[in-house]
């Protein structure tokens, strides 16, 4: 068995072991059965994304797959439900951490840019919605790209109606040690914003709306090699969506 050459699943499993145990703790409370470790749902969780299927469907795949058992070192199989749970009781926090602690191999140049884009609920059931009393909103994901090799640096979402002014301050503070230059289109054009990234040592390529031939020079003497790379925002949003689909079933949205 350990003759045959590794596939890349087994790879990203192993990558995302060394990952999980540099982001989370092993167990997530002292109080933990202790029969699975935290870092292994974190682990089975991303293999669930990687491989775009079911809990139940990874389950049973688990059970033909000794060396991804071994790899994240598995004594039982655990129940769909089971990851399911663990899943809701993950914070968003640790899922920020493990992508942060995945960009560090990456060589990121600080070129950044920020887009929004967003994700339809339509493929919910209206007699399900109904009878659950749900009010279906579309997603809102902003995603912060390093323009030099596509990496995603961080995600905000939402499912109220913020303007891209409003979100990407928040954005712009957490990953203020990463970006040496932040690129936006026009709905970012706001003063503030422009105020905040020069605070933190950044430098704003976010084009002015043209109300006037004052905005117009301005635009025009931008660095046009370096806001151009804004489009690898473009890039990765329609990769998203062409692997993983443009709505969310979920009913919990987050």
């Not at 990496?151 to 303007?163: G, N, P, S, W």
């Not at 025009?220 to 969506?241: G, W």
Request: hydrophobic share 40%; aromatic share 8%; net charge positive.
């Amino acid at each position: 068995m350990d003759a045959l050459p590794k596939p890349r699943l087994l790879q990203f499993v192993e990558r995302a072991v060394v990952l999980a145990r540099r982001a989370v703790t092993r167990f997530s409370t002292r109080y933990s059965q202790k029969r699975f470790t935290l870092r292994q749902h974190v682990v089975l969780l991303c293999l669930k994304v990687k491989k775009t299927t079911t809990y139940r469907d990874l389950v049973d795949e688990l059970i033909e797959m000794p060396r991804i058992r071994d790899a994240l070192d598995l004594d039982w199989i655990p129940v769909p439900s089971t990851l399911c749970k663990a899943f809701d009781r993950l914070e968003m926090a640790v899922w920020r951490v493990l992508l942060n602690v995945s960009l560090a191999d990456l060589p990121v140049n600080g070129v950044t840019g920020i887009d929004a884009s967003g994700f339809e609920r339509a493929h919910a059931s209206s007699h399900y919605t109904k009878r659950t009393n749900l009010s279906i909103q579309q997603l809102k994901m902003t995603l912060l790209v390093d323009t030099a090799t596509n990496a995603v640096l961080d995600i905000h979402v939402t499912t109220t109606r913020k303007h891209d002014t409003q979100i990407a301050p928040q954005v712009v503070k957490r990953n203020a040690a990463s970006i040496t230059e932040l690129t936006g289109d026009k709905g970012y054009d706001d003063q503030k914003l422009r105020l905040l990234a020069r605070d933190h040592g950044i430098r704003p390529l976010i084009k002015h709306r043209e109300f006037t031939s004052l905005h117009k020079a301005w635009n025009a003497r931008l660095d046009s090699d370096l806001y151009h790379r804004r489009n690898m925002n473009e890039t990765v949003n329609a990769a998203i969506k062409q692997k993983f689909g443009a709505y969310v079933r979920s009913r919990r949205w987050w």
